[in-house]
């Protein structure tokens, strides 16, 4: 069975992926310079292309653009770099760009806004990343911003009744059980041990992997996450469309978002148990203020809603994420300002620097 796919909203029209995610996109400069630095730290460009003048770079979850230009951009400006530091610049490789997301991705709306000045052979690469994608030692270097956090499906106690992880009137974890925290803890660690067996395949030896995506600190509880609570005001919005009779009570209980942000005492063991990559660095970084987020409301739901469009309305049809969205929006400052208050963002995003060993 086709695992499960999302993709953000294509084109390039209000609610598109591409006029809405500066959020991702921050995320990504953000974290530019550390990457950076761990590239010019940790890959020895030299002895990678020993054998062969390419390198090969992989953006797995890339959706439609701009934002993977933007990354694709600093790796090889990093790597060109760090040939010129070593004396090399007249040997410098070439450069292939694979662009992976899952077939149904808008590939059509990257294609045509690749950057013209690029520096790089680009190929698109459709299909899920919980799987082989790249012939066995073929990577160089591999890039994911964002996309780690979808999971491959809704863990399946979460729509038993009879399970202690029924989700019932929820639509995530944020508030829920703790049960339901873990089904969705257990469905990611699954998850990420197939991506890591299946990089650990496609990596070299020496090749590196840098892994960004939302996370939570260790000592902050999932009711505290504002990813989570602007989930959960989702879900509140559509139990309040309960309330008016306009979706059924099953309809939500029957519906659970597939996405989980984990913390770094999570993710290190998962990466120890692979045991093919070493961790050269990891750390929670705050790309944004509770005070941006406070000022900006608004934006933050046309984000969520180029993002999240897709799965509410595979389940819900396109009328009632309409009017979802709607309600979100006539809700929202003051209940954002709420979870604000119960909220903390300092630390929301999860940087992984690995190295295959
Ligand atoms: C929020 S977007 C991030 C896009 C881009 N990396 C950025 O930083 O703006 C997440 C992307 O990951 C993709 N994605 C999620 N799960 C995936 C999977 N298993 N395989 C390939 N792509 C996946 C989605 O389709 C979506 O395009």
Redesign the pocket.
């Known amino acids: 069975m086709a ?1 499960e ?4 909203n294509g084109g390039d029209d209000t609610y598109s ?1 591409t006029k809405n ?1 500066n959020y ?2 921050d ?2 400069n953000f974290v530019s310079e550390i990457m950076k630095a761990a590239i010019a730290e940790k890959l020895d460009v030299k002895s990678l292309t020993s054998t062969s003048n390419t390198l090969r770079i992989a ?6 653009g701009p ?2 230009f933007v ?1 694709m951009q600093n790796v090889l400006e990093t790597m060109e770099k760090n040939y010129h530091s070593q004396g090399l610049g007249s040997k410098m490789p070439e450069f292939h760009v694979f662009f ?3 077939a ?2 808008d590939f059509n709306t990257l294609f045509s806004s690749l950057p013209p000045d690029r520096q790089y052979f680009a190929t698109g690469v459709p ?4 799987g082989r994608l790249f012939p066995e030692s073929s990577l160089h270097f591999v890039h ?5 956090q ?1 999971l ?1 499906k809704v863990p399946e106690e979460l729509l038993d009744e009879n399970s202690r992880a029924w989700n019932k009137a929820r639509i995530h974890y944020a508030c829920a059980k703790e049960e339901v925290a873990n089904a969705y803890a257990a469905q990611f660690e699954k ?1 990420m041990e197939i991506f890591l067996n299946a990089r650990a395949k496609e990596t070299v030896v020496g090749g590196m992997m840098v892994l ?1 995506l939302p996370g939570h600190q260790d000592d902050i509880h999932h009711s505290q996450v504002l990813a989570c609570l602007l989930y959960d005001f989702l879900g509140s919005c559509l139990m309040d469309m309960v309330n008016a009779g306009l979706v059924g009570e099953a309809e939500v209980d029957s519906f659970n978002l597939p996405v989980y942000f984990p913390s770094p005492n999570e993710m290190a063991p998962l990466v120890e148990r692979n045991a093919c990559f070493s961790i050269e660095r990891m750390e929670m970084m705050r790309p944004r203020s509770n005070t941006d987020i406070a000022i900006d409301a608004q934006t933050l739901i046309m984000h969520l809603r180029a ?1 999240m469009e897709g799965v509410f309305t595979k389940h819900f049809g396109r009328e009632i994420v309409d009017e979802m969205f709607e309600r979100a929006f006539q809700k929202s400052p003051a209940e954002f300002s709420r979870l604000l208050d119960l909220s903390s963002t300092l630390n929301s995003l999860l940087f992984l620097a690995l190295k295959r060993k």
Request: aromatic letters at 12%; charged letters at 10%; hydrophobic letters at 30%.
């Open positions: 695992p796919a999302y993709p953000m992926y995610s991702q996109r995320a990504t953006d797995l979850g890339c959706s439609v934002n993977t990354a992976n997301d899952h149904s991705n299909g899920s990343f919980h994911s911003s964002y996309a780690l979808w491959t998850d960004i993002g």
